[in-house]
């Protein structure tokens, strides 16, 4: 196996001129992500792998004895949550993912309560829990910020893994991990992920959890992508120009009723008014980009309904009942996935298979 690239061995000039694609290959060790900085870094043979591994931790954890054998395996390591950015579902989830593999978490989610406050750069901040964690789990409202993070930490001795959580409007990787997971949970019995149309629906012109499945998606040949919402909010032209040279069939609407009927899953996103400079969002009529009751008759038996959540009025609560209705199987997905990814991460995820094949 050809020698994997160092990202120690780049300076930052040579590192921030690549594009994100490029830069997946220096996350990576032993083909298995290393860091999780962006989604294109994830190659098909390791989403597949995440996915059957998820599944495998899971099982394994619905007793007790298996609980205690996995919280076994990481449980001589320590992860940094570092959220800068408001959270509580992200947060959690990887919180609680630490909890079943025994990994013991530790958090700073204010940073008026750190010594950034004395003038401190966040990257000094970061590089001190460098010394007392194995992992840095993060959130930052600053697109590439996770990326200077890890290049910052691969130039000291401890070059310990970085996990992106959400960075400004461009990418939540992990997210798009869940959806992934979601995805191949719904159609895993019926033919898999290829070949399915999928739906996203809302801001997508600041939604970074689209940008990152959008583009994961490619991963996937056959299945068109659909863009539902108002011009203001479309998907960005830097996204469509990678589904086109994916050979991604897509279509940019406006007309959401139209396209229920013809997608395998609807993928449903709130307006992120928090990057509004002027409250602009206020005035776009985001009215005809909702679901309700009345749109589950338009909707294949078999599709399902995705979002990321929180969500606001975009899905009525009545929706919540109707068995295609994912949402909140997804949050659990997300907690199991993000545990399959730091058994990954560390390279315990043998154990997992070994365990597994004895319970068979
Ligand atoms: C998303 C995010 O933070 O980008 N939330 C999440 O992590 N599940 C979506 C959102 O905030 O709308």
Request: proline share 4%.
């Amino acid at each position: 196996m050809a020698k994997e690239p160092e990202l120690r061995n780049l300076d930052w000039q040579t590192f921030q001129e690549m594009s994100t694609s490029e830069k997946g290959e220096y996350f990576t060790v032993n083909d298995k992500p290393h860091h999780v900085l962006n989604a294109q870094q994830f190659t098909r043979p390791q989403l597949d792998r995440l996915c059957e591994l998820a599944t495998k931790t899971r099982t394994i954890s619905k007793t007790r004895e298996g609980a205690l054998f996995i919280q076994d395996l990481l449980c001589e390591k320590r992860a940094m949550l570092y959220f800068s950015q408001p959270s509580s579902r992200t947060f959690l989830s990887f919180y609680a993912a630490c909890q079943i593999v025994g990994l013991k978490p530790a958090e700073v989610r204010d940073t008026s309560t750190s010594s950034e406050l004395k003038g401190e750069s966040p990257e000094d901040s970061v590089r001190t829990f460098s010394s007392y964690f194995d992992v840095i789990i993060m959130r930052h409202p600053k697109g590439g910020f996770a990326d200077r993070i890890a290049w910052m930490l691969s130039q000291t001795e401890r070059a310990i893994p970085v996990i992106n959580a959400g960075s400004g409007k461009d990418q939540h990787p992990t997210q798009a991990l869940l959806d992934i997971y979601t995805l191949h949970r719904s159609f895993d019995q019926a033919g898999g992920i290829e070949n399915r149309d999928i739906a996203f629906v809302g801001d997508l012109a600041r939604g970074r959890t689209v940008r990152s499945l959008a583009q994961l998606l490619t991963l996937y040949p056959g299945g068109k992508q659909y863009f539902v919402a108002p011009d203001s909010l479309q998907i960005g032209d830097d996204i469509l120009n990678i589904l086109d040279q994916a050979g991604v069939e897509h279509e940019v609407t406006g007309d959401f009723k139209s396209t229920i009927p013809k997608v395998d899953a609807v993928y449903m996103t709130r307006i992120q008014d928090e990057w509004d400079k002027a409250h602009e969002s206020k005035d776009i009529d985001t009215s005809g980009f909702k679901f309700t009751a009345a749109h589950l008759d338009l909707l294949r038996d078999d599709a399902i309904i995705m979002h990321p959540l929180p969500r606001r009025d975009e899905i009525a609560p009545d929706v919540d009942k109707d068995p295609r209705a994912m949402y909140w199987r997804q949050v659990r997905n997300g907690m199991w996935v993000r545990a399959a990814l730091l058994l990954s991460i560390f390279e315990r995820d043998r154990d997992i298979d070994a365990y597994f094949d004895s319970l068979q």
